[in-house]
Every structure is written in structure tokens, then in C-alpha cells.
């Protein structure tokens, strides 16, 4: 009993000191049941989600960086009363969606919003095989969250569609996979 309180203690403190830089990296550090011994994972600064829509005519795939990698040129963050005072652990997330047309014909689509920030450009034409990214969109989050739930609406054949998604952030482990599944398929 007194080593299953040693461990949550333990475990609790780990959780609480997770490593963060100003790149938006995180570490945390997890108790193995089976070894008993602290596991630490070493996530990225890149979030991302996938969802194939519109019976598989297009896939809509969202990619969110934290940090200043992707910001826009000349960008600053700003609210009614000038500049944002940065709170420890801020930091700029930027959203980027990619659409890829998966059919055989072109389509045509409307953008609205994504999170209620405005997409644009607001209407694109995706060629059979091609794909198109939206601009960046920008806010201030916590550099320490895990999951990123998103609604984004757009408009396809004059209807109006909602899509909502969680994008979870990624391991180092888990981009060194995608690099090696890339390499693979060319």
C-alpha cells in the first residue's frame, strides 16, 4: 500500500514538472505497471487530425504547430489594448488545413470557419488528385495540452457541413514512424 502511494506521489510530481521549452515540446514522465518503472515520452510541437468526408471525395487534414515555425511573416499578436502580455506557457499555436481532392472530378468548395476563426481563402477548386491549403490562422494557447478539439464548417454542393475532430499532439516517436512510412513509399 505504501509503495502504490510512493508511485501516484511520484507520478503526480512527474506530471506536474513535464518539461516544456519555448519551441512548445513537452516531456512527461508515466509510471509502468508492469516494470514499475517511470517512462518518459518526448512529444512534438505538432498536433494534427485527418477525416475523409463527402463519401470519400476529400480529405480534409489539419495541422497545428505550436511555436514561431509557421507563423506569417510580420505577425504579432495583438488585443483591443496593444500587445499581449505572455503568461508562462503561452505560446502561438497556427493552424493550417490541408483539402485534397480524392475524386475523379474537380470540386468546388466554400470555407468557412474553423474553431470560429475565418478561413480563407473562402473558395477554392481542388483538380482530382491535387490539394489546396488554407492560410494560417493564429491564437495564444498553453503550450502544456495533449488534445486540440476543432469544429471546422465549410460549404459542399450548396450544404452547409459541420465537421468536428480532435487533433492530439505528436510523439517524437510517432514522427520518426511517419518519416519511415514516407521513405517507404517512394
Known amino acids: 500500500m505504501e509503495r502504490c502511494i510512493q508511485a501516484s506521489t511520484l507520478l503526480a510530481l512527474a506530471l506536474l514538472t513535464a518539461g516544456c521549452a519555448s519551441n512548445g515540446r513537452v516531456s512527461s514522465s508515466t509510471l ?3 516494470t ?5 515520452t518526448q512529444y512534438s510541437e505538432y498536433f494534427e487530425d485527418s477525416q475523409v468526408v463527402e463519401d470519400g471525395a ?3 487534414h489539419l495541422v497545428i504547430t505550436l511555436g514561431a515555425e509557421r507563423l506569417p511573416k510580420q505577425y504579432e499578436i495583438q488585443n483591443s489594448w496593444g500587445r ?3 503568461s508562462q506557457g503561452d505560446i502561438e499555436e497556427v493552424y493550417e488545413v490541408y483539402i485534397s481532392n480524392l475524386g475523379e ?3 468546388d468548395l466554400e470555407l468557412s470557419t474553423l474553431n470560429n ?6 473558395s477554392v477548386s481542388i483538380t482530382p488528385g491535387s490539394h489546396v491549403k488554407t492560410d494560417p490562422l493564429v491564437r495564444m494557447t498553453s503550450a502544456y495540452k495533449m488534445e486540440n478539439p476543432y469544429v471546422l464548417t465549410y460549404n459542399y454542393k450548396g450544404v452547409q457541413k459541420e465537421l468536428k475532430g480532435t487533433a492530439r499532439r ?3 516517436e510517432d514522427l520518426r514512424a511517419l518519416k519511415t512510412q514516407q521513405g517507404q513509399s517512394k
Open 32 to 34: 509502468d505497471p508492469q
Open 36 to 40: 514499475g518503472e517511470f517512462v518518459q
Open 58 to 60: 476529400l480529405k480534409l
Open 84 to 86: 499581449v502580455q505572455r
Open 105 to 107: 472530378s474537380a470540386v
Open 117 to 122: 476563426m475565418a478561413l480563407a481563402p473562402a
Open 170 to 172: 505528436l510523439a517524437f
